[in-house]
């Protein structure tokens, strides 16, 4: 499986991956889809241990057969895992989500940010990945002519409000350290577990 926005993300994102963790970290990504990020980044970065997981059976084989290609030993086999569900004990220095908030229901940003407040270590990193509306507002009509397509696809789907999402986020730790403009219109989402 080839994810054509998984081509054209992957370095920027790997960029602001690389300047907000450690040199050596334990990455816990949920929802990785083709498993392609996971590749790119492993590959990257050789003192990363990257857990990939999904909750789909036939993204889990694309992920493994990735793996396979790159025969990179930093690059764990992929965990069903459902983001509602129970997870890998850790602790992990990040937990990434790229393209998950916008494409699942709220449900799911409310256990992403619960659970990844329960599993990561201290100082450790909740990286967000997709489109946001800020102050209430799309950032782009190519964001707010997606968010339509979500919402006719699923009603529980949609383009997330940024400040509904770090005020979910703060009680269970989390600041928001910092945005980053990303290509086509997407942001990349630090926010930093404290305490």
């Known amino acids: 499986m080839k994810s054509p926005a998984a ?52 993204a889990r084989d ?16 992929p965990l069903p895992l459902d983001v509602g569900g129970i997870w890998p004990a850790g602790p992990f220095d990040a937990v990434v989500a790229i393209n998950l908030v916008h494409i699942s229901p709220w449900e799911v940003t409310r256990a992403l940010v619960a659970r990844a407040g329960e599993r990561l270590r201290s100082g450790g990193v909740l990286y967000l990945y997709g489109p946001y509306r800020r102050d209430g507002r799309h950032t782009s009509a190519s ?15 949609g383009v997330r409000d940024l400040e509904s999402v770090v005020a979910e986020a703060l009680p269970h730790g989390f600041m928001l350290e910092q945005t980053v403009q990303m290509p086509a219109n997407n942001l990349s989402v630090v926010l930093r577990l404290h305490g």
Do not use: M, T, Y
């Open 143 to 157: 964001n707010a002519a997606f968010d339509a397509d979500l919402k006719a696809r699923d009603p529980r789907w």
């Open 7 to 58: 081509a054209r993300n992957r370095q920027p994102i790997l960029d602001v991956l690389s300047a907000i963790l450690p040199e050596r970290a334990s990455i816990l990504e949920v929802a990785s889809g083709s498993g392609e990020h996971g590749v790119h980044c492993a590959a990257s970065r050789q003192g990363w241990q990257w857990q990939p997981s999904d909750p789909n059976p036939a």
């Open 62 to 77: 694309s992920i493994s057969a990735w793996r396979e290609h790159a025969g990179l030993d930093n690059l764990l086999e």
